[in-house]
């Protein structure tokens, strides 16, 4: 368990006050513990990234002839239409954890 700041955590509590009745908090992982008063966010919230639209055809023959995948999150390769390599699916998703990790796109398109 990972100790959260309090602030943060009473900041939460108040927002969801008005679903829970009991004295415990236990809400996407976050727990006070009742003895100590202190807050823990659970270190085993299992968290799922899918998306329809970054998938891509499994027939190798449509490989070769199309790109399908989010402009964004594309790798550098398959936009000058060298070849599929997982590496490309690694840099996709480093592109969507960053982007999930400080709430900004990683290229401003604007």
Do not use: C, W
């Not at 927002?15 to 415990?24: A, D, G, I, P, T």
């Amino acid at each position: 368990m990972k100790l959260v700041k309090e602030d943060l955590a009473l900041e939460f509590k108040s927002y969801m006050q008005f679903r829970l009745v009991s004295s415990n908090l236990e809400v996407y992982g976050l727990i006070q513990n009742s003895t100590n008063n202190e807050y823990l966010m659970r270190s085993t919230v299992i968290t799922y990234i899918t998306d329809l639209g970054l998938s891509r055809k499994n027939d190798e023959s449509d490989l070769k002839d199309s790109i399908y995948s989010i402009l964004p999150y594309i790798a550098p390769e398959m936009l000058t239409e060298q070849t599929y390599i997982i590496a490309s699916d690694v840099y996709s998703l480093g592109i969507i954890v960053t982007e999930m990790s400080t709430g900004k796109p990683h290229y401003d398109i604007e």
